[in-house]
């Protein structure tokens, strides 16, 4: 009897037992299955768009459960005041932040070195580089003062991040300092990153397993066979970037100008008005994420105001000559930057001028045109017009038939009634004629 219930009691325990495995693997089979990873890519100039999309990016990657968050880069730099907040946001979330630079020729170059070396992992893509990070004035020249102090600012920064994250502060100052830039490997071999994969599969796989320390707490990743899921640029986003296109701004801009033009020299047609002002504040929102060079926004600018000036003023064309020149140098001054990305393209600039000068161009020959020509309606209009006497005209008296009008007229010869005569001027409310 007592052997029969040991045999049912440790039966029943098996099967407890039995079922808290199956439980358990359950519980790790349904783990792994929801093992998620966000990605974002960012394309381009670090600028406000681009910090705003990673801020929610990784409010998004944290309310949906993923293990972490993977910023795909590849960037010829940007804003400083937008990396910061990238960078800011980094060292708050509360999941992993993996800064890939990727694909192959990709680059994390001056901007990109400062988000890329704050990531809780740091990878590269063979064929990509990274550094580059001297700082660069945005909208005006630096003296030699005020750069330096931009440099010592964003060395000591660096460093803090390099430092932070454990990584080469010697490196990374001297990024900023010496511009040296380096490949992937160099990167690798010198402790500015940790790790080279050839794409985000292999990289998932490469941090399986490792233990980050984030704002918060310390996570384990569990990255091997996790969905990708991956956080595409809403419209505003895209068309927000898009405008920031250096060619695009100044399209913007051009148009703006064109559209208050033609609203200040036919008031009231309002189409232009409105969408030149709309052009107008896009464009200068474009702006303030571009390298500017004000002194050729502003030649650019008086470029428009002799425009209108030549519509009040009879210049002959020389205010329209000097407005396409204003416009023709600062289109060429704009936009200040060594990088190519950031630079006017000459493809927009010409066209754009050559519109302006064959358009201004026309302006002006019509307005000539129209200086030189004979009136044809008012007092003026009636100067060549051929009438008929019908009273003898004298040199103070006689009338003339003219257009269905009977007008007091004058001549210096004697002209008998109903001969054909001719208008030669207008003297007040007379008119002086000869014979036809």
Known sequence: MKTKLFTSILIIASLFFVSGISLSAEKQNEKKKRSKVTVVT???VINPVAAEHIHRSIKKALS??????????????GLDTSMRLIVKDIFASEIPV????????????????FITMSAHIAAMAPGTNIGAAHPVAVGEKMDKVTSDKAANDAAAYIKSIAESRQRNIEWAESAVRKSVSITEAEALKLNVID???????????????????????????????AEVDRIEMGFRHKLLDFISNPNVAYILMMIGFYGLFFELTNPGSLVPGILGGISLVLAFYAFQTLPVNYAGLLLIVIGLILFILEI???????????????????????????DPLMKLSLSVVVPAAAVTAVFFGLTIKLAFKAFKSQPVTGVEGLAGIHGTAISNIEEDKGQIMIQGEIWSAYSDEPIPTGAKVVVESVDGLRVKVKKA
């Open 195 to 225: 790790m080279v994969q050839n794409d985000l599969k292999s990289l998932l796989a490469a941090i399986d397993g490792k233990k980050v320390k984030t704002a918060f707490r310390e996570v384990t990743l569990e990255t091997a066979s």
């Open 312 to 338: 009040k003023v009879t210049s002959y064309g020389l205010l329209s000559l000097g407005g396409i020149g204003c416009v023709i140098l600062g289109s060429i001054m704009l936009i200040d930057s060594p």
């Open 64 to 77: 949906n459960g993923s293990e972490a968050l993977i910023v795909e880069i590849d960037t010829p730099g």
């Open 98 to 113: 993996i800064v890939f630079v990727s694909p192959s020729g990709a680059r994390a170059a001056s901007a990109g070195v």
């Open 42 to 44: 960012i394309d381009g």
